[in-house]
């Protein structure tokens, strides 16, 4: 009988946790996007050239303001701007976060206008945290499954 009972608290106990981890996930989920947040001119702010340096500032959570609107909104995109102003060869990186991102594009290579002046380079937005940098080994969702997975295997075999 106390064979059953052990079972029945190890099976309650997993899937306690199975539901913590999952609502913990979808919490994190519906945060606010996180953006490296730098800018560099001639290689003023070499922590945030290419390749980045892991030093550069975090902007959690990122907050935008939208035109013919009053206070700030969560951003949706983090965007990496790396280009050469064509007047006089001053080269820009700038990391931040953004309300939109390019038309129905990710990234755009070529010329580009900002603040009037015309630049060649790329503008690249993306809606993950921290994808403003170099692209992460594994992403943060398999990171996380990993401990699910093991605790799941876990109380698999002990039940």
């Not at 820009?92 to 290579?109: G, N, P, Q, W």
């Not at 937005?125 to 996380?144: E, F, L, M, V």
Request: proline share 4%.
């Amino acid at each position: 009988m106390q064979d059953k009972e052990t079972a029945t608290l190890n099976n309650l106990l997993f899937y306690l946790i199975f539901l913590f981890y999952w609502i913990s996930f979808f919490l994190l989920l519906a945060d606010a996007i996180s953006c490296y947040s730098c800018n560099s001119v001639n290689g003023s702010n070499q922590p945030c050239e290419d390749p980045m340096d892991g030093s550069v500032g975090v902007e959690k959570p990122c907050m935008q303001g939208i035109s013919d609107h009053k206070g700030l909104f969560f951003a949706r995109f983090c965007l990496k701007i790396k280009g050469r102003r064509q007047s006089d060869g001053q080269l820009l990186v700038m990391r931040r976060c953004s309300m939109e991102k390019l038309a129905d594009i990710m990234t755009h290579c070529g010329e580009f206008k900002l603040n009037e002046d015309l630049y060649s380079g790329c503008i690249a937005t993306c809606n993950k945290d921290w994808c403003n940098a170099a692209p992460p080994t594994s992403s943060p969702t398999a990171r996380g499954m990993v401990p699910l997975a093991l605790a799941s295997l876990a109380f698999h075999f002990v039940a």
